[in-house]
C-alpha cells in the first residue's frame, strides 16, 4: 500500500466523519428524533389544556398544565399570562404581578397582559401604573373594548367620572350590545340623576339579555324619578314576575301608588313587601308615612319605630319618627329622634326644622331659633344644588 | 234648558218611587192569603229595593255648574304671546274677576291678558277687556268706552274704591309697569298711574290687593313681585331629562323680588313704604297673597304664597310695621319642613272654630296645603288629615277660594288647575297639561272632591290660572269664573246651589274704607254661627265680588248680624230673613239697596 493510498483512505474517512457529523447536526437520531417530535407535541399540548382547565374555572389543574409548559425550553408569554391570571383570582397579588410582568418581557407586543396587569394595579389603588397600562394596552390593540371597559371602571372608582362616561361610550361603540357597560352608564347617570339617559341604558340591557329582577326594579326607579309612573309601575310588576319575594320591588309598588294618592293599593304592596321580608326597612317606613298621612300615629309610630330597630341608621326613620312624635305632643321623645337623626346626618335640613318646632313648643327659644337658622342654612345649599341642574319647573 | 230638565229628572223619578209604594200596597192586600201571594211580594220586595238602590246611584246631586261663556258674550281667549322660546312669564298668567263699576248691583268681569313676546307672531292686538253685566244673563264687551283696554304684558287685578268715592277702582299688574285705572263714576276709567305712583319699577308683579293696613280709613295697596327674569337673559331648560327637550324653567333659576306696599295718601297718591314697614325680601317670590286679620287683634296681616321659598305671613304690628313670622307659626312651609309652589292662597274658617286658616295649592305631588289656626298664634299642617293633599295630589293648583257653594254653612274648597309646562305629556306617562277644576266640599273637616258630580263643566280640562268667586246673577248661590292661560276663560253658573237658605251682605263703610275691607261679619242662624272677614287679595291674580255670602242651610232667618268694623265700631242688625241681599252701612245698619237686582 502505498502512501498515497493512505492518503486516500484518510480523506475518505474525514468526509465519512464530516458527513455524518452534519447528519447528526441536522436529523436527529430515530429514537430522539420521536422524543423530541412528542416534546414538541406535549408542550403544544399542556398550553391548550392549561387554557380550557382555565376556562372550565379549574384553575389548580390549569396551573400545573401551564408550569408544564414552561418546563419546556421555549418560555411562553401566553403560560405566564394565564398563571397570572391564576394568581390573580387566588388574590396572590404579587405571584400575579410577577407573572404578568414575565408576559410582558417575553412578548412585549401582548396586549391582554397590560390590560390584566392595569386591573390588578386598580385593584391596589395604584391608578397612575393602572392607567398606564391600560392606555398601553389600547395602544397595542385598537378597539379593545375589554380595556376601554375596565379603563371606565378604574375611571369610575377614582370619581373621573366623565371620563369614565367616556370610556363606557366608547366600548358601545365598539361593542353596541356590551351588556355591562350599558349596565355602569345606566348606575352613573343615575347618579347623576339624569334618569332619561339612565333608563334608556337599562332599556338596552333588557333588550340585549334575559335580565334580573332588579334591572327591572332599577329601570322602574328612573321611570318613577322622570314622574311616568305607569311605566314605573309596569317595571316593578315585571320584577315582582320574575321573583315574587323581591320585597324591593313590592315596597317600590306601595310607594309609587302612594305617590299617586292611591292609598289602599299602597298600603296593600307594603303589606306584601312586609309579608315577603318583615325587615324590609322601605316597606315599613313608607307604611308608616303612610299611616302618619291617615293621621293614625299609634300605626305609624309602631311601624317607625320597627324601622330604626331594624337598622339604627336609618336616619329618614328617625326623623319621620320625630315627626310622628311632634304632631302627638310627645315634645322630648320628638327631641330625642330629631337629634338622633342629625347625629347620623349632620346635614339633614328637614330635622333641624322639626327640631326647631319641638324647641318652640317647649318654649326654647333660644334652641328654636338655633335650629332654624341652620335649617335656613341647609335649605339655601339645596336650593342651589337644584339650581344647577337648570330643572325644568 | 239644562236646570229645567234635570229637575224634570228628579221629578219623574220621585213619582215612579211613589208609584212602586202603592202599587206594592195593594199587591199585599189583594195576595194575603195564597203562597203564590207570598212569593209575588218577596219578589215586589227586592225588585223595589233594587231599582231603588239603582236609582240612588244614578241619581246626581241637585247642583250643577254650567259654563255659559259663549252664551254670556264673553268672546275673550287669553293670549300668552309664546314664540317657542319657553319664556317663563307664558306660562303664568291670565288673572281677572268681578267687580261693580258701574254701581248697579250686579257684577262685571275683567279679564287680563297677555302680550306679545320676542317672537309671537301675530296681527291681533292684545287687550284686556271689560264686561258689562246687563242683569240678563249677558254680558256687553265695553272695554274701549271705558277705556281699560291695558298696556303692557297683563298678569292680574285688584279692585277696589281707594279713594272712598263710591266707585270702584281697578288696580292691573302687568310683567312690567303696573296700572292704576281711576274710575269716573260714569262708566268710564282715567289711568292715574303716574300721578298715583304706583307704577312699581318694571319688575314681574303678580297678585295685588287692597287693604287698610293702618286703620286710617283709605285703603293701601300690596303688590305680589315674582322673579327677577328678563326676557333678554332667558335660561334654556329641560335639557338634563333629554337632549334637544326644552321646557320652562323652575323658578330656582332667577332670583326673587320684593313685594311692595304703597301706603295710600288720602289725596289719590301714594307712597312706597316697603322698606318702612318691613315687608321688603329680596328672598321671596311672590305669586299669590290674602290680606285679612288672622290672629283677630283689629290689624289686617298679610299672607303672601311664594313659589318654592318659604311664604311669608307678615303680622301687622299695629304701628305701620310688619313682622315675619312664618316660620315660627309654621305656615312657611309644609308640615315636613318643606317649601312648596305656592301659587294661590285664601283664608277662612274652615273647621267652624271661629279661627281663620290658610289655603295654598301648589304643584303636583306636593298637594294643596291647609294651615289651621290653633290658637297662640300657631298653625298645624292639616294637610293630610283633612283630606285635602290626596284630594289635590295629581293637579297642580292655581286659584283658590274657599266657598259656600251649596249653602249648607260650611266652606267648601275650588281649585282652578292646569299644569305649568305645557309639553309635560312628553316627558311623564301620567301628568296632563290640561286639568279638571276641582271642588271639594267640606263634610265636617274632611274634604271630598264633588267635581263629577257636579256637571262636565268642572271636569272638564284647562290650563287653570286665576279663580275669581262672585254671585253674578244674584240669585243667592256663588258662582265661579276660571281664567285659563291661553284658552278662553269659563264663567261657571252655579245652578241649585241656593236650594239652601243664605244670605248676602254688602258692607258700606262711612269712617272707615267705603269698601268695608277689614271688616269682621258674624252671623248666627239658629244654631249656626259662622264669622267671616272682607279681605283683600285673595286667589290668584284674581278680583272677587265684595259682599260676604253665608249659606243658613235650612235656617229660614238670621237671628243677628253683627259687623266689627276696622275702627272697633259694632254694628248689629236682628231678624232678617235668609235668601236676600242685604246692605249694611257703618252705624246706619241695614239699608234697602235699590240697585241690588235679581
Not at chain 1, 397612575?128 to 398601553?136: L, N, V
Not at chain 2, 260676604?548 to 242688625?573: C, M, Q, S, T, Y
Request: charged share 20%; proline share 2%.
Amino acid at each position: 500500500m502505498g502512501k498515497s493510498t493512505v492518503r486516500t483512505a484518510q480523506r475518505v474517512i474525514q468526509i465519512a466523519g464530516l458527513t455524518l457529523f452534519c447528519l447528526c447536526l441536522y436529523c436527529e437520531p430515530p429514537s430522539q428524533a420521536k422524543a423530541g417530535a412528542v416534546l414538541h407535541e406535549h408542550r403544544v399540548d399542556h398550553l391548550h389544556r392549561g387554557i380550557s382547565l382555565f376556562k372550565a374555572g379549574q384553575l389548580a389543574l390549569a396551573e400545573i398544565e401551564f408550569a408544564k409548559a414552561l418546563t419546556e425550553k421555549r418560555q411562553s408569554a401566553q403560560a405566564y399570562y394565564f398563571l397570572g391570571m391564576i394568581a390573580f383570582q387566588q388574590s396572590k397579588v404579587e405571584q400575579a404581578e410577577r407573572m404578568f410582568s414575565r408576559a410582558i418581557e417575553l412578548n412585549p407586543l401582548y396586549a391582554e397582559s397590560y390590560n390584566s396587569l392595569g386591573v390588578l394595579y386598580d385593584r391596589q389603588d395604584k391608578f397612575t401604573q393602572s392607567e398606564r397600562a391600560f392606555q398601553t394596552a389600547l395602544r397595542l390593540k385598537a378597539n379593545y373594548a375589554k380595556a376601554h371597559f375596565n379603563l371606565g371602571l378604574s375611571y369610575r372608582r377614582q370619581s373621573r367620572i366623565e371620563l369614565a362616561v367616556q370610556e363606557f361610550l366608547y366600548v358601545l361603540h365598539i361593542e353596541p350590545h356590551h351588556n355591562l357597560a350599558h349596565s355602569e352608564l345606566s348606575e352613573i347617570y343615575g347618579e347623576q340623576k339624569k334618569y332619561a339617559l339612565a333608563a334608556q341604558h337599562l332599556e338596552e340591557e333588557l333588550r340585549l339579555s334575559t335580565a334580573p329582577a332588579m334591572t327591572h326594579v332599577r329601570l322602574g326607579e328612573m321611570y318613577f324619578n322622570l314622574s311616568h309612573f305607569h311605566k314605573a309601575i309596569s317595571h316593578f310588576v315585571a320584577a315582582t314576575e320574575k321573583d315574587p319575594t323581591l320585597a324591593l320591588a313590592l315596597s317600590h309598588l306601595g310607594y309609587t301608588y302612594k305617590t299617586l294618592g292611591e292609598y289602599e293599593k299602597a298600603q296593600t304592596y307594603f303589606d306584601k313587601a312586609l309579608s315577603v321580608d318583615s325587615a324590609n326597612t322601605e316597606a315599613s317606613m313608607n307604611l308608616g308615612l303612610l299611616y302618619l298621612d291617615k293621621n293614625e300615629l299609634g300605626k305609624a309610630s309602631r311601624l317607625l319605630k320597627a324601622t330604626v330597630l331594624l337598622d339604627s341608621n336609618q336616619v329618614e326613620a328617625l326623623y319621620h319618627l320625630g315627626r310622628i312624635y311632634l304632631r302627638d305632643g310627645k315634645l322630648a321623645e320628638a327631641v330625642s329622634a330629631l337629634q338622633a337623626a342629625i347625629q347620623k346626618c349632620p346635614n339633614h335640613t328637614q330635622s333641624y326644622y322639626q327640631l326647631g318646632m319641638a324647641y318652640q313648643e317647649l318654649i326654647e327659644t333660644r334652641l328654636a331659633a338655633e335650629n332654624f337658622q341652620l335649617f335656613k342654612q341647609f335649605e339655601r345649599k339645596d336650593r342651589s344644588e337644584r339650581k344647577n341642574r337648570k330643572l325644568q319647573y | 234648558m239644562e236646570k229645567v230638565s234635570r229637575l224634570h229628572a228628579i221629578r219623574v223619578s220621585e213619582s215612579v218611587g211613589f208609584g212602586r209604594i202603592t202599587f206594592l200596597f195593594r199587591l199585599v192586600r189583594s195576595f194575603r192569603t195564597s203562597r203564590l201571594a207570598s212569593f209575588w211580594l218577596v219578589a215586589s220586595v227586592w225588585l223595589f229595593l233594587v231599582q231603588t238602590v239603582a236609582d240612588a246611584d244614578r241619581y246626581q246631586s241637585p247642583i250643577n255648574f254650567v259654563d255659559v261663556s259663549a252664551q254670556a258674550g264673553i268672546h275673550f281667549t287669553h293670549t300668552n304671546g309664546a314664540s317657542g322660546e319657553k319664556y317663563l312669564v307664558e306660562t303664568m298668567g291670565g288673572g281677572g274677576g268681578f267687580l261693580d263699576y258701574d254701581n248697579d248691583g250686579l257684577l262685571d268681569i275683567y279679564l287680563v291678558n297677555g302680550g306679545p313676546l320676542p317672537g309671537f307672531k301675530s296681527n291681533q292686538r292684545l287687550r284686556n277687556a271689560l264686561y258689562r253685566n246687563q242683569g240678563d244673563g249677558s254680558f256687553r264687551d265695553t272695554t274701549e268706552e271705558a277705556g281699560v283696554s291695558g298696556n303692557g304684558y297683563g298678569m292680574g287685578t285688584a279692585a277696589a274704591d281707594y279713594d272712598n268715592d263710591g266707585f270702584v277702582d281697578l288696580f292691573v299688574t302687568n310683567f312690567g309697569l303696573n296700572t292704576l285705572y281711576h274710575n269716573n263714576g260714569n262708566g268710564t276709567f282715567s289711568d292715574v298711574t303716574a300721578r298715583a305712583g304706583v307704577q312699581g319699577d318694571g319688575g314681574w308683579a303678580t297678585s295685588a290687593g287692597f287693604f287698610d293696613h293702618n286703620n286710617d280709613g283709605f285703603l293701601d295697596l300690596f303688590v305680589c313681585y315674582y322673579l327677577d327674569f328678563d326676557l333678554d337673559h332667558n335660561v334654556r331648560c329641560g335639557e338634563h331629562y333629554r337632549k334637544g327637550f326644552r321646557s320652562y324653567c323652575h323658578p330656582d333659576q332667577y332670583p326673587g323680588l320684593s313685594n311692595k306696599l304703597y301706603r295710600n295718601n288720602h289725596d289719590g297718591t301714594f307712597t312706597d313704604v316697603s322698606k318702612t314697614a318691613g315687608i321688603a325680601n329680596l328672598e321671596g317670590k311672590g305669586l299669590g297673597v290674602v290680606l285679612a286679620d288672622l290672629d283677630d287683634d283689629g290689624f289686617t296681616d298679610i299672607y303672601v304664597a311664594n313659589d318654592s321659598v318659604a311664604n311669608f305671613l307678615y303680622h301687622n304690628n299695629g304701628n305701620g310695621t310688619f313682622t315675619d313670622v312664618g316660620l315660627i307659626s309654621g305656615t312657611a312651609y309644609n308640615e315636613n319642613g318643606e317649601a312648596q309652589a305656592g301659587m294661590g292662597t285664601d283664608i277662612s274658617d274652615s273647621n267652624g272654630d271661629g279661627r281663620p286658616d290658610i289655603l295654598v295649592t301648589n304643584l303636583d305631588f306636593e298637594g294643596a296645603t291647609l294651615y289651621q289656626n290653633n290658637t297662640k298664634g300657631s298653625f298645624t299642617d292639616v294637610s293630610f288629615p283633612s283630606g285635602l293633599a290626596e284630594a289635590t295630589l295629581r293637579f297642580v293648583g292655581f286659584g283658590t277660594r274657599f266657598v259656600d257653594f251649596d249653602n249648607d254653612g260650611d266652606q267648601d274648597i275650588f281649585i282652578a288647575n292646569g299644569h305649568v309646562i305645557d309639553n309635560i305629556e312628553q316627558v311623564s306617562d301620567t301628568i296632563k297639561y290640561l286639568q279638571p277644576k276641582l271642588l271639594l266640599e267640606n263634610r265636617k273637616g274632611r274634604f271630598v272632591n264633588m267635581s263629577k258630580q257636579l256637571g262636565p263643566a268642572l271636569v272638564s280640562p284647562s290650563a287653570g290660572r286665576g279663580l275669581a268667586i262672585g254671585d253674578y246673577d244674584n240669585d243667592g248661590d256663588i258662582d265661579f269664573l276660571v281664567m285659563n292661560c291661553n284658552q278662553p276663560p269659563n264663567l261657571l253658573q252655579n245652578q241649585g246651589g241656593n236650594q239652601n237658605h243664605w244670605i248676602t251682605i254688602k258692607l258700606v263703610g262711612l269712617l272707615g274704607n267705603r269698601d268695608g275691607i277689614g271688616a269682621k261679619v258674624h252671623v248666627v242662624a239658629g244654631r249656626m254661627t259662622q264669622r267671616q272677614q272682607v279681605k283683600g287679595g285673595m286667589s290668584y291674580l284674581s278680583m272677587h265680588d265684595p259682599r260676604l255670602n253665608f249659606g243658613l242651610g235650612k235656617a229660614e232667618k238670621v237671628d243677628l248680624i253683627e259687623v266689627h268694623w276696622p275702627n272697633r265700631d259694632v254694628d248689629r242688625v236682628r231678624d232678617v230673613n235668609s235668601n236676600q241681599i242685604v246692605t249694611i252701612r257703618e252705624s246706619q245698619g241695614l239699608a234697602k239697596d235699590p240697585r241690588e237686582k235679581r
